[in-house]
């Protein structure tokens, strides 16, 4: 009950829009951590799931000048 009663003593502090964003924050987490995975209906006879992290079990090489500035933009910096 302590943290239900931070939550809430938190939130008197925090402007209307920012209550709005909280909570956003916690439908976001409650539905995050309902579902690992999704199913959505495409039609009526057939659903797909669709995962959060599409690329999780795939390693994804990137470049090593990944950071580096091209060198057509230099000239902007």
């Not at 939550?7 to 987490?29: G, H, N, S, T, Y």
């Not at 999704?38 to 959060?52: C, D, L, P, V, Y």
Request: glycine share 0%.
């Amino acid at each position: 009950m302590m943290a239900y009663d931070t939550l809430v003593r938190e939130a008197k502090e925090l402007p209307e829009d920012m209550i709005e964003q909280v909570i956003d924050f916690m439908r976001f987490l409650k539905y995050t951590s309902r579902n690992a995975q999704t199913k959505h209906s495409i039609n009526k006879n057939a659903a797909f799931q669709r995962s959060f992290s599409p690329l999780a079990d795939e390693f994804v090489a990137i470049a090593e000048d990944f950071d580096e500035t091209p060198e057509c933009f230099k000239e902007y910096l």
